[in-house]
């Protein structure tokens, strides 16, 4: 079963005005992580910011804010002030509690390519 | 330190041949992944090592691909007798494992096969 979803293929955005992209996840543990990381189309994975599960409020770095919604699963990215550097695949990730063997094991989404306009 | 580096960045080969892609993380830290990604899609697990211990193996990882990390340092991702659906982005991340860190993944650039 897919546990990361991301419903938006690609997006479009004005430079300059916010974005929000969807991520949904599915876990039965209660201690888990969220990540999002930008892929641009030179290739390398860049962190961008995460969410614990147990954080009582909403991550925030920069211009990036993670809404958080615990009970519907979500994890939304929301890139405020767009810039056209921002333009990239962005992957929803959740790292979930160490399994038997003793692996954290990161699971991706398929991603979301955003355009910013000028 | 310069963060995750992975070689050789491209690599063409013919079907059949065997590659060999190597990884270097981030010297502090003792976990390390091995992911593929095709075209369009997300980082697929491949395997993990926490120090030289390999601790999971995807079912993705045929028998034709292994991977080590000896002493617990860099490690290396082999493919025998590659195949054309073998062509993706192979891509290596490390972390850290002490507490008060969010643990993210730091990746490599990738090392991109193409297998005709």
């Known amino acids: 079963a897919q546990k990361i979803t991301q419903t938006q293929p690609g997006m479009f955005v004005q430079e300059k005005e916010a974005v929000t992209l969807d991520c949904t996840y599915d876990?039965?543990?209660?201690?888990?992580?969220l990540f999002w990381y930008k892929q641009p189309s030179s290739g390398e994975m860049i962190f961008l910011i995460y969410?614990?599960?147990?954080?009582?409020q909403n991550a925030t770095e920069g211009r990036y804010s993670l809404n958080f919604q615990k009970a519907r699963k979500s994890a939304n990215l929301v890139i405020s002030a767009s810039q056209l550097g921002d333009s990239a695949m962005y992957f929803c990730?959740?790292?979930?509690?160490?399994?038997?063997?003793?692996?954290?094991?990161?699971?991706f989404g398929t991603g979301t390519r955003l355009k910013v306009l000028a | 330190d310069t963060g995750v580096s992975q070689d050789p960045r491209h690599k063409i080969t013919k079907r059949g041949q065997n590659v060999t892609f190597r990884c270097d993380p981030i010297?502090?830290?003792?976990?390390l992944y091995w992911y593929r990604q095709t075209l369009g899609q997300g980082p697929e697990f491949l395997t993990y090592?926490?120090?030289?211990?390999?601790?999971?193996k995807s079912r993705l990882l045929s028998d034709r691909f292994s991977a080590e990390r000896p002493k617990g340092s860099f490690s290396t991702l082999e493919i025998q007798r590659t195949e054309q659906g073998d062509s993706a982005m192979y891509l290596c991340?490390?972390?850290?494992?002490?507490?008060?860190?969010?643990?993210?993944?730091?990746f490599g650039e990738g090392s991109r096969l193409t297998v005709l």
């Open positions: 991340a490390s972390s850290f494992s002490g507490t008060g860190r969010s643990g993210e993944l730091f």
């Open positions: 876990t039965s543990d209660p201690s888990y992580g």
């Open positions: 969410q614990g599960s147990y954080d009582q």
């Open positions: 990730a959740m790292r979930e509690h160490p399994r038997a063997s003793g692996t954290y094991k990161y699971i």
């Open positions: 010297s502090e830290h003792n976990r």
């Open positions: 090592f926490q120090n030289e211990a390999q601790l999971e």
